[in-house]
């Protein structure tokens, strides 16, 4: 198993009060698989991947857990190691490229000087290698680009650029965080070609978070749903698509609108609202929403129980295997 996070906890301590981002979260990804972690904004996913990372910004708080890399737990790593990891083994790539490349200085620039760090090139190797990159992640004129400043570059084009320096170690595991959210349709479409002839030329793990259910139908084999900071259920893509189990997926789910559905049938959407985090429901955090739920879904969270060979659910009203 190339990564394994066990019972990850990451809080944030706030004067109104404890806000648990991510709660007793386990989930784990093999080589060169891709894992889809899905839910609605503010679930928690972007800071499951902050937390593999160990990256949880202040007031942020690990508080539990392990993110065991290859069997060895990140979240105990010394400064040096930690930084090995980062810079070679786990890369990550965020929706907005901007929070990855500087602005003052050009895109060759940038990933020359990661590459000088990580593999130990001269100056002039490290420019070569860079424009490379750039052509090999499908950017034109690679040579002209890579002397140009983000801000000169395209949403796509500064997507691709911030690819090209994730990857440019190669690492073992690429986070992928909602890097298709803020393109059109059409270069969406390119940037996830683009992971995917990546993840096989590198023989990489992608974790790829996103909200979008067509993304991880096209991209994943197995999901990961989550609903204020706690998983809901996990299994296979073609199963949990064509039979969820949990209510909250069925939920989900039930509000993508389908080809052959007809102009005139209604997206069904989930009663209620997410819940505020600072105070969460009792017992199962989605009985307030759910057409299910009843008195005993009020007492305790569910546990994340086997249902099948390859399905874990948290939800009293599932039958277990």
Do not use: W
Not at 69 to 95: H, N, P
Not at 222 to 235: N, P
């Amino acid at each position: 198993m190339l990564l394994s996070v066990q019972n990850l906890a990451s809080y944030f301590y706030l004067d109104e009060g404890v806000l648990r981002a991510v709660d007793r979260v386990s989930f784990e990804i093999g080589e060169n698989e891709t894992v889809a972690l899905v839910g609605e904004s503010g679930c928690g996913k972007t800071i499951i991947a902050l937390s593999i990372l160990k990256l949880i910004p202040p007031p942020g708080k690990i508080v539990a857990g392990s993110v065991l890399l290859e069997g060895e737990d990140i979240l105990s790593m010394s400064r040096d190691r930690l930084r090995q990891i980062r810079a070679k083994e786990i890369g990550i790539v965020f929706q907005e490229p901007g929070s990855a490349l500087n602005p003052v200085y050009t895109v060759g620039h940038q990933i020359a000087e990661v590459l000088r760090l990580n593999r130990n090139l001269s100056r002039r190797e490290a420019d070569s290698t860079a424009i490379n990159l750039l052509g090999d992640v499908g950017i034109p004129e690679p040579e002209r680009r890579a002397k140009s400043y983000s801000f000169e570059l395209s949403g796509g084009m500064r997507q691709r650029a911030a690819i090209a320096m994730a990857t440019s170690a190669p690492p073992k595991l690429l986070i992928a965080d909602e890097p298709t959210t803020a393109l059109d349709v059409t270069v969406q479409a390119e940037i996830l070609d683009l992971l995917r002839d990546l993840q096989q030329r590198y023989k990489m793990a992608i974790l790829l978070i996103t909200h979008d259910l067509a993304v991880v139908a096209e991209m994943a084999k197995r999901v990961i749903v989550m609903y204020t900071g706690k998983v809901m259920e996990v299994g296979n893509v073609e199963e949990i698509f064509e039979a969820p189990q949990h209510p909250y997926t069925k939920g989900l789910l039930a509000s993508v609108l389908r080809l052959g559905s007809g102009r005139n049938s209604p997206l069904r959407g989930i009663p209620g609202s997410v819940p505020d985090f600072l105070s969460l429901p009792s017992g199962c955090t989605f009985h307030p929403r759910c057409s299910v739920g009843d008195h005993a879904c009020t007492s305790e969270f569910p546990p994340l129980r086997q249902i099948s060979s390859a399905r874990m659910c948290a939800c009293y009203k599932v039958e277990t295997a």
